[in-house]
């Protein structure tokens, strides 16, 4: 049983009730972690408002509340309203002797992480044994997430930096890699002599919800591409490292994303689609949702064709696509074989891998691999081990805006259309030409129809 102090800023918001709360509640419930909580959050709310808030907007997303553990869970909470931008409220985070094992969760937008640093720093939480947890969007280019980074890394060494994907800390994800390692034939199979392509998908149903001001300046390559969708093509095509320890990891992983091969103008034209969800009869348009702008020209969906400059890989294309309001919700990473067979990882909803062999029905490798564990009590848990692996470094994060940048820079000077697809269809008709046009097709499934 783990022992540690957490200490939560931005404690109020959507994240944090909706994610860390349970799964700090989970971890606690299977006796992996007694926590002591510092909750903060500019709310001036007393411990009890604070308390109640959790049981208005946390309770409702845990499953098999056993409300007595909840009880006992919430006895270690205390909370603590701060304002960020005020270097005397963050002498309130002291009070009690600095604990070996404290992580400091960063749930809050990223403009404030400077000066949070900096005030932490000030009474000393930046001490050796005190870990920082940050959540995305870590910049919006290169050129920003550079700034950002040098202003943590006057106060924190990279070894104390936790740069969260809760992607990396879903059990389907690593099985990309876990699966790798443990099947020597399959590792023989991955490459160009033997992989025809790949496809890698990420539909969801639901749209931006109540976060157009959060996502208008985002959109989809930057929410859900830059990290998620990079770091699983990452895991699945890097060299495979002899070592399985967290720099071995973070390092296979940079080389692979350093070699993805760059796209220019005229591969940017050809190779990658924007587009943005439209109204349908049953639900509004993108331009609609509330905090958007009306003539935003924000993509909600992105597919794009790209290759791999290492010898195993020439030759293979990677198709990518992602969107909002799409017709139906998985997550699914489908390596191609020459000759019509094809292994399929569906990541989720229902974590399954299958081999489709020629005229067959696909036969399931294995299936229920969630394990019980949600991405984000898993990553806590790591964080507070000093186990990085799952997170990621500042310089991968680095080469993925190097390749993405002069995308984001062809859309700014407006030198590719952006598309438009009905809510609730799998985008615009030049997603599948993107495909088609090759002689393939997105993948689908008995229960996936696209
Ligand atoms: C987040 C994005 O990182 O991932 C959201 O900001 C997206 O826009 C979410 O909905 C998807 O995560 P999951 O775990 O539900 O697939």
């Not at 509640?25 to 007694?34: C, E, S």
């Not at 990279?158 to 890699?177: A, F, M, P, T």
Request: aromatic share 8%; glycine share 6%.
């Amino acid at each position: 049983m783990r022992e540690g102090h957490f200490i939560l800023l931005g404690a109020t918001g959507d994240l944090a009730l909706r994610k860390i709360f349970p799964a700090l509640y989970r971890a606690y419930k299977d006796q992996l972690l007694v926590p002591s909580i510092l909750a903060t959050g500019r709310s001036h709310l007393s411990r009890e408002e604070f308390l109640h808030l959790l049981d208005t907007k946390t309770k409702p997303h845990l499953k098999n509340l056993d409300l007595v553990l909840w009880e006992n869970f919430t006895q270690h909470i205390e909370y603590v309203p701060m304002d960020l931008t005020q270097a005397q409220d963050f002498k309130a985070l002291t009070q009690k002797p600095l604990h070996p094992n404290t992580l400091i969760y960063f749930s809050i937008a990223p403009e404030f992480f400077a000066i949070a640093c900096a005030h932490l720093a000030q009474v000393g939480l930046n001490a050796p044994q005190v870990k920082i947890v940050l959540e995305k969007p870590l910049g919006v280019d290169l050129h920003s997430a550079r700034a950002i980074h040098k202003s943590i890394a006057k106060h924190y060494q990279e070894s104390q930096i936790y740069r969260i994907d809760h992607y990396l800390g879903k059990q389907s994800v690593q099985n990309l890699l876990g699966l790798r390692v443990s099947n020597p034939w399959l590792q023989a199979l991955c490459n160009h002599d033997h992989v025809d392509h790949v496809q890698i998908s990420v539909c969801e149903t639901l749209g931006v919800e109540s976060r157009g001001g959060f996502y208008d300046p985002m959109g989809a390559l930057r929410d859900m591409l830059q990290n998620h969708m990079l770091q699983m093509l990452a895991l699945l095509t890097m060299p495979l490292p002899s070592n399985l320890d967290a720099s071995s990891i973070r390092k296979a992983k940079l080389s692979l994303l350093q070699s993805l091969k760059p796209l220019d103008d005229q591969a940017v034209r050809h190779q990658v689609v924007r587009a943005q969800y439209s109204a349908n009869d049953a639900l509004v348009g993108y331009r609609q949702e509330s905090h958007v702008n009306p003539q935003s020209q924000t993509e909600t969906f992105v597919a794009l064709k790209l290759e791999i400059d290492r010898p195993e890989w020439v030759d293979v294309p990677f198709y990518l696509r992602t969107g909002k309001r799409m017709g139906g919700s998985f997550v699914q990473v489908v390596v191609g074989f020459k000759g019509d067979n094809s292994l399929v990882f569906n990541i989720q909803p229902n974590p399954t891998i299958s081999l489709s062999l020629h005229a067959n029905a696909p036969i399931v490798l294995q299936s229920a691999l969630e394990g019980g564990m949600d991405a984000y009590q898993r990553l806590i848990l790591d964080a507070f081990d000093s186990n990085q692996s799952a997170f990621n470094h500042q310089d991968e994060l680095e080469a993925a805006w190097v390749w993405l940048d002069p995308i984001l820079q062809a859309w700014q000077a407006n030198e590719t259309p952006l598309y438009f697809y009905p809510a609730g269809s799998f985008g615009p008709q030049e997603a599948f030409e993107l495909i088609e046009k090759d002689g393939r097709a997105w993948h689908t499934t008995g229960t996936h129809h696209v």
